[in-house]
Structure formats: C-alpha cells, structure tokens
C-alpha cells in the first residue's frame, strides 16, 4: 500500500509504482465483470507460481548441497 | 610470520594479545549493534504506537460500534469480537490438521514420497502471498455462497496457520531422541499410543510455541480478509454474514480522508498489538503450567 499504487512502470525507485498484490487489494472489490476478475485472479496465478518456483528452486538447492556433502566428507 | 619470529617473544605475545582483545571487543560491539537493529523496529513502532493512539483509547473505544463520519467517538468493539471470532475459526481450523500434518511428515511418512510432497506443498503455502489465499477463498467460499461471511474469512485464516503449524510440529517431533519412542514402544504400547501421549507430549512446547507463532502472524493479516470477512459497521457475530475484524477497520479508517478515523486506526493498531501480546503471553503461561503439572 505505501508503494503508491500508481498503474506505470517508474525508472526511478523514489517514484510511485505498483506492486501485484496491492493490484488485486485494491481493483478486485471494484472487479464486477467476469474478465476484470478473471485478469486479476490471474495475478493471483502469477503469484502463486513465482511462489512455486522459488519454493522449487530451494528445494533443489538443498538437494544439490545434500547430495554432495557425503562425497565431499570421504 | 616471519617478523614474528625475529621479534622478541615476550613482545610479540603481547602485541597478538592487544589484538585479540581489539579483535573481541570488535565482535562483541558487532554482536550488540546487531541486537540493536533488530529490537530498534520492535520498540520504533511500539512507542509511536502509544504516542499516537494511547490518547485515544478510553472505554468507549471498547465498547461502542463506530459512528457515522463526522461524529466524535465511537469505538471498535464488534471489529475486536469479530477478530476474536475469526481467529477462534481459523485456530479451530488450523491447530488440528497442522498438528496432524506434522506428525504425519515426522513420525510416519518418514523418507515417502507423500510425505515429502506435504512438506514441499506446506513450504509453497508458507509463502503464497496472504492476498492470493484472499481470492482463493473468495471463488472458494464467498461465490458459491453468494456473500461475504465470516466463516470464509476464519477459513482463510486458518489455511494460513496450517504451514508454519506443520513445519514447526514436525522439526519439533524430531527433536525428541528416539530412546523415548523406543522406551515407549518397548512397554508394549501401540504406535499411535506413543505418538500422541509419548512424543506429541515431549514436543508440546514447542509444537505450542509454533501454534501461537501461526496465531500471532495471522491475528494481524488484512489482505485475506478484504474479500472474505469483508468487515462491518455494526454488530455482527453471526458466521454467515460479514464480520468486522480489527486489521480490516485500521486499514479502512487509516486510508480514509479524516482526522478522527485516523486517530482511531492508531488507537486500533495499538490494541492489535497489545491484545496479540497478551494472548500470546497467556497461553503460554497456561501451557507450562500445563506441562508442569503433566511431568509431576
């Protein structure tokens, strides 16, 4: 929220901007048609799957690090 | 070091001994600059808090429903019975199937491929952004039943428990030696016995202190909420219709245009805050007397 929620991509990072969840905070009780909601809860989507690869990827770090440290140890 | 060989001995162990002192009074500074920055947020925030909204708290602000705009006073009791109400959900919801979830991956899913999936699939959850569960729950819920609720709101809440729950149940259960579940095993007692009376019942502080971590994170969300619980104006304790909860009315009266809703947003943030702590504070005093008693 005290991002400014202004819908543009600013060059400078003292000017206002946007951020997906305040998007969806701020449009989705306004959202009365389907496509509106429908575009926003595909922000939601992008979200989630920013979560899932993020999630993933640490996952495999810890795999990689795992995996490695018998054979370094020997 | 190869100074150090041709300088007297005596010298040069007290020159390496003024830098070790230098060098521990360096990490030590380190070390409480540290602390410091961590607790600076903590105390900034809670003493701003009370500067500004300790002034507008009186009795009315706990027992009165707001007033229209323009009017002076009025309080938020329903939004602080509608937290209560939506957390009671959400804790109903989230403590069990947490807890259950965190044994399930520590005491009998060791090394399966289900089990890794529900940690892998707790790990994303933990790190959804609360307002994605926001309108998960709202096509889940609020659609199909055609309205706002306060049950769906206390659902979102509770699916948010959930992860820190499980994860924190489960590092807790292994931390407890095996000896103890083999002692326990060894008398004859059958496994699910053991679990829940033996291990379950060592881990408990900790499973507890996991519960209120969950608790306390979620008592202070708003952004599940904006289309869930959707908040109210007036009293409203029934689970079917939307509910006022304390997070929702700072949020609506901080972004509003008016004074005097500004300063109960404060007087509200504090109360959050306090009212947090002190739950907190009490379950926790509860549960060691609790385990206190079970030991002896």
């Known amino acids: ?74 | 070091m190869a100074s150090n060989v041709v300088t007297p001995p005596l010298r040069a162990r007290t020159s390496n001994r003024l830098w070790r002192v230098f060098a521990n009074h360096l990490a030590t500074v380190a070390a409480v600059g540290a602390t410091i920055v961590v607790m600076a947020p903590l105390i900034a925030i809670f003493f701003y808090l009370i500067y500004k909204g300790a002034s507008s708290l009186n009795l009315a602000f706990f027992t009165q429903i707001p007033k229209p705009v323009g009017e002076v006073g009025g309080g938020m009791a329903n939004a602080i019975v509608g937290s209560g109400v939506l957390l009671a959900i959400a804790s109903l919801m989230g403590v069990p199937i947490g807890i259950a979830g965190g044994i399930y991956i520590a005491e009998f899913g060791r090394n399966k491929r289900l089990a890794n999936m529900v940690r892998f699939t707790a790990d994303v959850l933990n790190g959804v952004p609360s307002i994605v569960m926001g309108i998960a729950v709202f096509t889940l819920i609020v659609l199909p039943q055609k309205g706002f609720s306060a049950l769906s709101g206390g659902v979102a809440l509770g699916i948010m428990m959930i992860p820190t729950i499980t994860r924190t149940t489960e590092e807790m259960l292994l931390m407890v030696p095996l000896n103890v579940r083999e002692a326990a095993l060894g008398l004859g007692v059958p496994n699910w016995r053991s679990v829940l009376s033996i291990t379950l019942r060592t881990a408990s502080p900790g499973v507890i202190t996991g519960c209120m971590l969950a608790f306390a994170r979620v008592a202070g969300e708003t952004a599940p909420l904006l289309f869930t619980a959707f908040g109210n104006q007036f009293w409203s304790v029934s689970l079917n219709q939307p509910i006022a909860a304390l997070p929702l009315q700072i949020f609506v009266y901080a972004i509003s245009p008016y004074d005097e809703w500004h300063r109960l947003a404060w007087a509200g943030a504090l109360v959050l805050i306090v009212l947090i702590v002190l739950s907190v504070a009490l379950v926790r005093y509860v549960a060691n007397r609790g385990v206190l008693k079970g030991a002896s």
């Not at chain 1, 946007?18 to 959202?31: G, L, R």
């Open chain 1, 1 to 74: 929220m005290v991002i400014g929620n202004r819908p543009e991509i600013a060059r400078s990072l003292l000017a206002p901007a946007y951020s997906m969840a305040s998007v969806i905070a701020n449009e989705f009780s306004e959202a009365v048609d389907d496509l509106s909601r429908s575009a926003l809860i595909e922000i939601g989507l992008a979200l989630f799957i920013v979560t899932i690869i993020v999630n993933a990827l640490a996952r495999v770090l810890v795999w990689a690090v795992t995996r490695g440290a018998p054979v370094r140890g020997t």
